[in-house]
T-cell receptor, first 115, second 114 residues
């Protein structure tokens, strides 16, 4: 158990819908990262938040957005869903300051299926 | 282009045999290097990391990895594989100055034969 929690574990929805994935980082970690794992793209970085502020963006679609709340949990919002958005979405958290290089600890993931 | 390559998509190894998984990176400066394991239906677990110093790194579950600057490689090894090592293994890097985001290789799926 990494200490990072993600809900829900599974999500099945239809095209065009909107979903919210939730992540709670390890106690004390200020950094939260989101990654997408799909069969065709592999594991890709989406976005990084540090203490409530967006720090870096990766290959995140405009239909996707995220935020980190004052209690440090984070949500990833996916809208206008397409079949190709079906994937495993991971959240990871990291200790240390925004510029430090400690390892990231991953949650168990949310498996999204878009029908 | 900057990249992380795991040349082997699948590897089959007998239980008790040794295992070596290859990882090569293409970056101007040496990045920070990691190996993660993903068991079926599970998240990613960190096996080991290399930031600097001794180029032979010991990790959890009996794994080790060797950083070779001249070959831009960070290969993962285990002397004797157990059936529970069947999983997918990912090499990942954080390039210097890249803001901590992990860039992953394509992964190597390991199958362990009894």
């Amino acid at each position: 158990d990494s200490g990072v929690t993600q809900t829900p574990k599974h999500l099945i929805t239809a095209t065009g819908q909107r979903v919210t994935l939730r992540c709670s980082p390890r106690s004390g970690d200020l950094s939260v990262y989101w990654y997408q794992q799909s069969l065709d793209q592999g594991l890709q970085f989406l976005i990084h938040y540090y203490n409530g502020e967006e720090r870096a963006k990766g290959n995140i679609l405009e239909r996707f957005s995220a935020q980190q709340f004052p209690d440090l949990h984070s949500e990833l919002n996916l809208s206008s869903l397409e079949l190709g958005d079906s994937a495993l979405y991971f959240c990871a958290s990291r200790a240390g300051g925004a510029g430090s290089y400690n390892e990231q600890f991953f949650g168990p993931g949310t498996r999204l299926t878009v029908l | 282009a900057q990249s992380v390559t795991q040349p082997d998509i699948h590897i089959t190894v007998s239980e008790g045999a040794s295992l070596e998984l290859r990882c090569n990176y293409s970056y101007g400066a040496t990045p920070y290097l990691f190996w993660y394991v993903q068991s079926p239906g599970q998240g990613l677990q960190l096996l080991l990391k290399y930031f600097s110093g001794d180029t032979l790194v010991q990790g959890i579950k009996g794994f080790e990895a060797e950083f070779k600057r001249s070959q831009s490689s960070f290969n993962l090894r285990k002397p004797s594989v157990h059936w529970s090592d069947a999983a997918e293994y990912f090499c990942a890097v954080v390039p210097s100055g890249a803001g901590n985001k992990l860039t992953f290789g394509g992964g190597t799926r390991v199958l362990v034969k009894p």
